[in-house]
Structures are given as C-alpha cells and as structure tokens.
C-alpha cells in the first residue's frame, strides 16, 4: 500500500483550498451537526481557560462534547471531573472517552458505572495507544480490543457508543477492507456511531464512506405494487405514483442503508420511508382529471416481480426539478446469506 508522503499531503493542503462545497442534501436537512473535543486540564491556569472555551462553545450546541483519556488512563480523575461538570453547569451533552489500555475488565467497568451514576451516558470507546509508545498488548484480564469495550460496556448499561473510524486506515491495519471489518465488528458489538480521526483531504473521507456503503449486503426479493396515490408541492397535487407493497425485506434493506448512512456521520432522514413508483410529474395539474384516474386505478395491484439489485442516489432540487445522481449500485444476485446480514 503507497502511504502519501505527510509534508506533500500537508503542502497541497495549504498551498490549496481548505475544503470543498458542502454535499447539498436538500432544503429540509439543516446545517450539519458537529461535536467538538476536549483535553482534561493539568492545571488550575489551564481549567480556567478550558472553561472560557467550553462557554464561548456551548451556545453553538454541538451535538455533543468529548473529553479524551489519556495513555493508560492517565487523566481518568481529570476526565471524569470534567464531565461530571459538563453534565452539572452546562446544556452540553457530553462524551467520555474510555480506553482498554492498562485497565483490568472490572475496573474499566467500575469506571463505566461512575460515569453512569454520574449522568453521562455516552461513550466514546478506544483501543488507546501504549504509553510512550511502542506494540500495542492487551491487558491479560482486560478488553482486548475497542469491539470487545463496547460489548462490555452495554453489559453495563445502555450507554451511547461512539467509535473510532480511519478513513486513513489504521496504521497497523493490513489493508482498508481489514480495517473495515474491524469497524464493523465494534458496529455489531453496540456500537451508535463511528467518529474519525482528522484528515486532511475530503476525497480521503469520501473515499471511505464509498468503501463504508459498498460493504452494504443483502439478497434478492420480490416486490409488488399496490394502489396510487399523489404528492402535492404548495397546495397543488404535482406527481402521481403508485406504491409498493410492504414487505420486511425491503424494510430491512433501507433499515441497513440509513444505519450505514447515519453510521458514515450523514443525518438522518427525517421524513417517513414510503416506497413507490414515480409515474408523472404534473406541470398543470387538473384536480378533476386527477380524482377521476385515482378512483379508475384505486385498487391496482401488479403481478410479483425480481428485485436483484438497486441504486443508491443522491438528488439536488433545482428549478426544473430534481437532479438525480447514482452514487453507488449493489447487485443482490450473488448473495445467499440470511437477511440479517
């Protein structure tokens, strides 16, 4: 694997534009939310100074604040004192950071329940580095890795996860499929959501979430199509479709995607899933005509058919309408697993 040389990587990202245009997802979707991240203070100077940061912050509502945890929990008195605060003199959510470094399982769990009790009830699970560097070796009576802390700590309780992602690829990974399996195995262990570390290079992080998307599995199934209905824009119906008839395989299909999406940081899609089929878009909507088709085709029902595959898109609303773009596509043909897959 061809890692990019840090100084070209560093020079290209201050010799150009910092980031690109934001992806545009829709009118409705709001600004992004952020989290921002904190190092326990060491001294009474720099708390002072933590806090005229945390107050100059807070009236951005993050979605949440994390407070890391030093090599072998070096700063665990400093994280938790500075969380427990949080929680107390602040409307901030916060997050713990919490590692399996130099820790026993009970007493990273004892550390968990503190939290707990605390208040706190999100996490942001680690592996963690060696202090003062050098081979990462698990503890012998603890977690082993980040999959197995975020398997222990819901065995505590029903904590708010987070976990780390590389879209750099970890530097011990053997290769980016390696690398996301492992996400994925803290991902089935409970985790709620993977953050990543910095980057310099938006189409590094695309590139992941291509990667992230692409691991998306499921298997063929049929669908049928039942009833029409309308959409209306302003007061005026403007497209007629005909829907889709429930079926559990195709809601646990876009259950799976919005978790990846979600999962990847993209919001979630607040309004209701209705599958359907666009049949018109009506420029000069005739309201009589309209009641008249939906009464004829008010009971259709078509004849059962294969869906093997299937397109994830994006859109942008202009004024002649919605552009639509294919982002990735997924052939469901070679895959037998079960549907939880």
Same mark, same amino acid.
């Given at each position: 694997?061809?890692?990019?040389?840090?100084? *070209?990587? &560093?020079?290209?990202?201050?010799?150009?534009?910092?980031?690109?245009?934001?992806?545009?997802?829709?009118?409705?979707?709001?600004?992004?939310?952020?989290?921002?991240?904190?190092?326990?203070?060491?001294?009474?100077?720099?708390?002072?100074?933590?806090?005229?940061?945390?107050?100059?912050?807070?009236? &951005?509502?993050?979605?949440?604040?994390?407070?890391?945890?030093?090599?072998?929990?070096?700063?665990?008195?400093?994280?938790?004192?500075?969380?427990?605060?949080?929680?107390? +003199? *602040?409307?901030?959510?916060?997050?713990?950071?919490?590692?399996?470094?130099?820790?026993?399982?009970?007493?990273?769990?004892?550390?968990?329940?503190? !939290?707990?009790?605390?208040?706190?009830?999100?996490?942001?699970?680690?592996?963690?580095?060696?202090?003062?560097?050098?081979? =990462?070796?698990?503890?012998? +009576?603890? =977690?082993?890795?980040?999959?197995? &802390?975020?398997?222990?700590?819901?065995?505590?309780?029903?904590?708010?996860?987070?976990?780390?992602?590389?879209?750099?690829?970890?530097?011990?990974?053997?290769?980016? &499929?390696?690398?996301?399996?492992?996400?994925?195995?803290?991902?089935?262990?409970?985790?709620?959501?993977?953050?990543?570390? !910095?980057?310099?290079?938006?189409? *590094?992080?695309?590139?992941?979430?291509?990667?992230?998307?692409?691991?998306?599995?499921?298997?063929?199934?049929?669908?049928?199509?039942?009833?029409?209905?309308?959409?209306?824009?302003?007061?005026?119906?403007?497209?007629?479709?005909?829907?889709?008839?429930?079926?559990?395989?195709?809601?646990?299909?876009?259950?799976?995607?919005?978790?990846?999406?979600?999962?990847?940081?993209?919001?979630? /899609?607040?309004?209701?899933? *209705?599958?359907?089929?666009?049949?018109?878009?009506?420029?000069?909507?005739?309201?009589?005509?309209?009641? /008249?088709?939906?009464?004829?085709?008010?009971?259709?029902?078509? /004849?059962?058919?294969?869906?093997?595959?299937?397109?994830? !898109?994006?859109?942008?609303?202009?004024?002649?309408?919605?552009? !639509?773009?294919?982002?990735?596509? =997924?052939?469901?043909?070679?895959?037998?697993?079960?549907?939880?897959?």
């Amino acid at each position: 694997m061809n890692v990019p040389d840090p100084q *070209t990587t &560093l020079a290209r990202w201050l010799s150009g534009p910092r980031f690109s245009r934001l992806p545009d997802h829709g009118p409705d979707a709001g600004p992004p939310k952020l989290s921002f991240e904190f190092f326990p203070p060491r001294t009474d100077a720099l708390e002072a100074q933590l806090w005229a940061c945390i107050r100059r912050l807070e009236p &951005l509502a993050p979605r949440f604040v994390s407070v890391t945890y030093g090599a072998g929990g070096s700063t665990q008195a400093r994280t938790h004192a500075t969380v427990a605060r949080i929680v107390t +003199d *602040t409307s901030l959510t916060p997050a713990a950071h919490l590692t399996c470094v130099g820790a026993s399982r009970g007493e990273i769990d004892d550390v968990a329940r503190q !939290y707990w009790d605390a208040g706190i009830r999100h996490i942001v699970a680690l592996r963690g580095d060696v202090p003062g560097g050098g081979p =990462y070796v698990p503890h012998p +009576d603890g =977690y082993a890795y980040a999959s197995d &802390l975020v398997a222990g700590l819901k065995r505590v309780a029903d904590f708010e996860i987070s976990v780390a992602a590389y879209p750099e690829i970890h530097p011990t990974a053997s290769s980016p &499929l390696a690398d996301l399996e492992n996400l994925k195995r803290k991902l089935d262990a409970g985790a709620t959501r993977a953050i990543t570390n !910095y980057f310099f290079d938006n189409a *590094t992080f695309l590139r992941f979430l291509d990667l992230a998307l692409a691991a998306v599995r499921g298997r063929a199934f049929a669908l049928t199509l039942a009833g029409v209905g309308t959409f209306a824009k302003g007061g005026r119906e403007t497209q007629l479709w005909a829907g889709v008839a429930r079926n559990p395989a195709l809601d646990h299909l876009q259950n799976k995607v919005e978790t990846a999406l979600q999962r990847a940081g993209l919001e979630p /899609e607040r309004r209701r899933f *209705t599958p359907h089929v666009t049949l018109a878009r009506l420029r000069h909507p005739d309201t009589d005509k309209i009641i /008249e088709w939906l009464t004829q085709h008010a009971l259709y029902t078509s /004849e059962e058919f294969a869906v093997d595959g299937f397109h994830l !898109y994006s859109s942008k609303l202009t004024s002649d309408g919605s552009i !639509y773009r294919i982002e990735h596509s =997924y052939d469901l043909r070679g895959f037998h697993g079960e549907t939880g897959d």
